[in-house]
DNA sequence: CTACTTGTTGATAATCATTTTCCTTAAAAT
DNA sequence: ATTTTAAGGAAAATGATTATCAACAAGTAG
């Protein structure tokens, strides 16, 4: 079975473990986030979802955003500057390299950070409950255009 | 010298530097920031600012924020899902600290942080210029109220 | 299979931080 | 003192996100 499915099969669980409807809009929008390998935006999300339903709404979109993040099914990365990004694959705290020329979004190993925070939350005496780490850069692809 | 006096020339000469004017609420803000332990949002540079010169408007404040950050003399902190804060005493990326319950923002130390820097730019050939690495958990205070 | 209950959708209006506009004021250079 | 032009103030515009609410449909009970 593709990881697209497992994953989707797990959102699915969620929604109705904690009583949701599951809606044709709605699984369209988890095809869209399981399917996903980059980190889309909330309107990228509408563009893909409209194909298959079109007249469905931005703020249904929102909605379910808001429904998954807070099952823990979805990160949410906002950014002040510009519309959020979402990850339906990594549901957790992980780094993020940002491309600030094309917006391209990718996920980094970087196991050090786990250690930091422990570390952290004995000097400071914070009770840490998340994190957020990006990187911000020009990818490989930019820097050869330029 | 006391410090914020240090950093307030340091500012000041930036923008003299970069032939901006010395205006008295250009000044008021320098202050504000310089003399700021914490991180102070647009909204809270402004009540501080009124103080001395009523009618000041709240887009004087984001237009000089704007400007020092230009001038890489002020960090900002951008948050989505609230005011933006910012650091005129350390102007360059650093780690934070944030408590969820109360807002509060604070610098710990943290060292490791430039030698993943270089190995991520190796692993993803990415040309990193900057990061952001916010830790978010409940500081000793509020954890204390509850 | 049908009807009911209630969560969901879709369209639109509201919100709120931030930015822009434009006219007036005042730095700073001559 | 005069001139130039950036900066300030007030208000309108922007844009992503959230709230509202009537119409609809998922799920369930009969």
Redesign the pocket.
């Known amino acids: 079975m593709p990881d697209p499915e497992i994953r989707m099969r797990k959102m699915v669980d969620a ?2 473990e904690n ?8 699984l369209a ?1 988890l095809k869209v986030l399981a399917e996903s390998k980059g980190h889309p ?3 990228s999300i509408y563009e893909q ?1 409209k194909i298959r ?1 079109p ?13 998954l993040k807070n099952l823990d099914q979805l990160l949410e990365l ?7 990004r979402y990850d339906g694959n990594k549901p957790y705290d992980h780094p993020h390299v940002i491309c600030t020329v094309c917006r391209k979004i990718l996920d980094p190993d970087m196991s050090a950070l786990e250690d930091m925070t422990q570390e952290l939350a004995r000097e400071t005496g914070f009770a840490i409950t998340r994190h957020r780490l990006d990187f911000f850069g020009i990818c490989p692809d930019c820097q050869a255009r330029q």
């Open positions: 929604l109705r009583q949701y409807r599951i809606t044709p809009q709605r929008i935006s909330v309107e979802v339903y007249t469905t709404s931005l703020a249904t979109i929102y909605k379910n955003v808001a429904v906002g950014f002040s500057d510009d519309s959020n």
